[in-house]
């Protein structure tokens, strides 16, 4: 009998020990699925910072060098053009902008000028005039006049041949003209010069422009009511 009652004894302690562990097992399991869910949000919350901060940098980066980006001539880029005008003859050359750097030249400047041939009665006509700065000797590398015709309906500018003169494609260049209060801001943008006009029913418009460095010619039309409208956007590489 009392063989029997300790048998019976040891079975209920075991019963009541495999409950605690039991018991144990079912709390820890919650804690756990607490602790990883916890985890993850942490990992995901790092994440999302991550990702803000860098679109962040980027966002100030992009108007950075937007603000960076200056197309006036200083006095350096003036030393800078005369030095390599320096002996040209035959061509008189007016930078007028700063385009930047080419793309296919880290060591080239390109400007915007206006060209006048030396000889009585010359039309003065837009020039884009590159230059490589190689220490102390600054060298003429390319001079471009654009094709206002092919531009007019390219996604492209296209250069004329040789460079004597721009290839107007039924366009006159306008050197001196005032972009006029229906042209300027059409299409949202802001144009710095009127470079060459068309006349049509209305009248054609090369405008030229840029943002954050990327220079553009873009073809505004202004119908006989004066109503303006953009009919072509050209991206002027150099």
């Known amino acids: 009998m009392k063989k029997t009652l300790a ?3 040891t079975a209920a302690m075991g019963v009541t020990a495999l409950g605690a562990c039991s ?69 008189n050359y007016t930078p007028v902008y700063y385009m930047g750097i080419p793309s296919d030249d880290p060591l080239g400047n390109t400007f915007l000028c206006m060209a006048t041939a030396v000889v009585p009665d010359a039309t003065p006509y837009w020039a884009l005039v590159t230059m490589e700065d190689v220490g102390s000797e600054v060298t003429i590398t390319e001079i471009k006049t654009i094709d206002y015709g092919a531009s007019s309906t390219a996604s492209e500018v296209v250069f004329a041949e040789g460079s004597d003169g721009p290839a107007l494609g039924a366009y006159e260049e306008v050197p001196d003209a005032p972009v006029s209060d229906e042209v300027q801001n059409v299409g949202g943008y802001v144009f710095y010069d009127v470079l060459a006009t068309q006349v049509v029913s209305g009248m054609n418009y090369c405008c030229l422009t840029q943002e954050n460095g990327q220079w553009s010619l873009v073809t505004v039309y202004v119908n006989t009511q004066g109503e303006a409208e953009v009919t072509n956007v050209a991206a002027l590489n150099f």
């Open 7 to 9: 048998l019976i004894l």
């Open 23 to 91: 018991n144990t097992t079912e709390t820890s399991a919650p804690e756990t699925q607490a602790e990883t869910v916890a985890e993850t949000t942490a990992e995901q919350t790092e994440a999302t910072a991550t990702e803000t901060t860098a679109a962040e940098t980027e966002a100030t980066a992009a108007e950075t060098t937007a603000a960076a980006f200056d197309p006036t001539i200083t006095s350096d880029l003036q030393n800078l053009f005369d030095t390599g005008m320096e002996g040209l003859v035959g061509v």
